[in-house]
């Protein structure tokens, strides 16, 4: 006897939205650990920020330093030397420092940078 087209065409149609339904739990997983990679991503971008502002606040505070007058002005020629390449240097240390603020949305300490 042959059976319906129809029917089974309905039958196979009901059990395809039946599956639909259930979530596959392999997705679920991967979504899963997407979400947890972006989180560990987000934790990492902010260490990477954290250390840059530190290592460029500790180069800041070398340049300035080197740039500062001693009481005794005993410097000598190369030191005048030291002294101008540290002055140059720490409006870029200092622009940098405003990009990386700026870059995270703290646009008050860009400006005060």
């Known amino acids: 006897a042959a059976a319906n087209p129809s029917a089974s065409a309905a039958r196979k149609r009901s059990l395809d939205d039946d599956n639909a339904k259930e979530p596959d739990p392999a997705v679920s997983n991967k979504k899963a650990k997407m979400d947890n990679n972006n989180d560990d991503e987000d934790d990492n ?9 530190d290592m460029l606040s500790t180069s800041f505070s070398i340049f300035d330093w080197h740039s500062t007058d001693d009481d005794d002005n005993t410097k000598t020629e190369p030191d005048q030397e030291g002294k101008q390449y540290s002055l140059s240097q720490i409006p870029r240390v200092l622009s940098t420092i405003g990009d990386i603020h700026s870059y995270c949305g703290k646009y008050g300490d860009a400006v005060d940078a």
């Open 45 to 53: 971008d902010k260490d990477d920020i954290d250390l840059a502002l």
